[in-house]
């Protein structure tokens, strides 16, 4: 199983970044898949997830109406596209898959929201 997270980088405050998770190794489309993050001295948090079929989304209450989740199952891709960024969400961002009794995490993108 693999997770590879990429489109991290420098933003400034109010601007936008789009996150990707490309998985492999596991059959996509039965997982739901979520996006964490972890900021220097902070425990690691939920951002957002999705089931399985898209149906149902969940949000972390600090990036409600900012950040939206998405997947594209032909493309085994977790997508997390996130708007008006400010500074307190400058973090790791790390894409997860619980499979069975194991949980797997991508090594994760650097988002950084600075003036």
């Known amino acids: 199983v693999t997770l590879v997270e990429s489109g991290g980088g420098l933003v400034q405050p109010g601007g936008s970044l789009t996150l990707s998770c490309v998985a492999s190794?596991?059959?996509?489309?039965?997982?739901?898949m979520s996006w964490h993050r972890q900021a220097p001295g902070k425990e690691r948090e939920l951002v957002a997830t999705?089931?399985?079929?898209?149906?149902?989304?969940l949000y972390a209450d600090s990036v409600k109406g900012r950040f939206t989740i998405s997947r594209d199952d032909a493309e085994n891709t977790v997508t997390l596209q996130m708007n008006a960024l400010q500074p307190e969400h400058t973090a790791v961002y790390l894409c997860?898959?619980?499979?069975?009794?194991?949980?797997?995490w991508g090594q994760g993108t650097q988002v950084t929201v600075s003036s």
């Open positions: 997860r898959v619980p499979l069975s009794a194991v949980v797997y």
């Open positions: 190794g596991f059959t996509f489309s039965r997982y739901a």
């Open positions: 999705m089931s399985n079929t898209g149906g149902f989304e």
